[in-house]
C-alpha cells in the first residue's frame, strides 16, 4: 500500500490467542486441516487398494491389453491378481511400477503403442505357500506362462476372424 508521502505500509498480521476471535479463527484452521489431513489419508488409501484390483489393471487400465486380460481370466490367472506377479514388493518397486504406468498411459492416449503388444514373461516371484519349492514353481510358472501365451494367440485368431465376418 501507498500513502500519499509515497512511503510503503506493510500489513502485519497479529494473532492474539488472548482474543476470542483470534482462538476461534486458529481452532477452525486446525480443524480443517486435520480433516483434510484424514480424507487425504483415506483418498490415498482407497486409491491404492482399488489401482491393485483386477478391475482396474484389466478394465480401466489396461484397455489396450483387452485380449491379454481376457485370456488371462480362463487360464489358472484368474484366481492370482496382477499384482502379485507384475509387481514386485515393496515401495519401491510399487513406484517404479506407477511411474511406467504413467509412460504407458502417455503412449495409449497418443495411440502409438505395439500391436499387438508384445508380451514378455513377468519375473518369477514364487511364494514359499504356493510351491513347494522355486525350481517347481519356475516349472509351473513357465508352463502356466506358455499356456497363457497361447491362448491369448488363439483369441487373437478368433478375434480377427470374428471381426472379419463382420
Not at 11 to 21: E, H, N
Not at 51 to 79: D, N, R, Y
Request: hydrophobic share 40%; proline share 5%; glycine share 6%.
Amino acid at each position: 500500500m501507498r500513502s500519499g508521502s509515497g512511503i510503503q505500509k506493510h500489513i502485519v498480521i497479529k494473532i492474539d490467542l488472548s482474543r476470542a476471535r483470534d482462538r476461534k479463527i486458529l481452532g477452525i484452521f486446525a480443524a480443517g486441516a486435520v480433516v483434510l489431513l484424514f480424507v487425504t489419508a483415506l483418498g490415498s488409501y482407497q486409491t491404492y487398494q482399488y489401482t491393485e484390483s483386477v478391475e482396474f489393471c484389466g478394465k480401466k487400465c489396461h484397455l489396450p491389453m483387452e485380449p491379454e486380460f481376457v485370456a488371462s481370466q480362463h487360464t489358472a490367472h484368474a484366481s492370482v491378481e496382477c499384482v502379485a506377479c507384475h509387481v514386485g514388493p515393496g515401495a519401491a518397486a510399487y513406484f517404479k511400477t506407477k511411474i511406467n504406468g504413467v509412460k504407458q498411459l502417455y503412449h495409449t492416449v497418443r495411440n502409438d503403442f505395439d500391436r499387438p503388444i508384445r508380451v514378455s514373461p513377468p519375473p518369477i516371484r514364487a511364494q514359499p505357500r504356493q510351491f513347494a519349492s522355486n525350481a517347481i514353481g519356475q516349472r509351473n510358472m513357465s508352463a502356466m506362462w506358455n499356456a497363457l501365451t497361447n491362448t491369448i494367440s488363439q483369441m487373437r485368431r478368433t478375434h480377427r476372424s470374428l471381426s472379419a465376418s463382420y
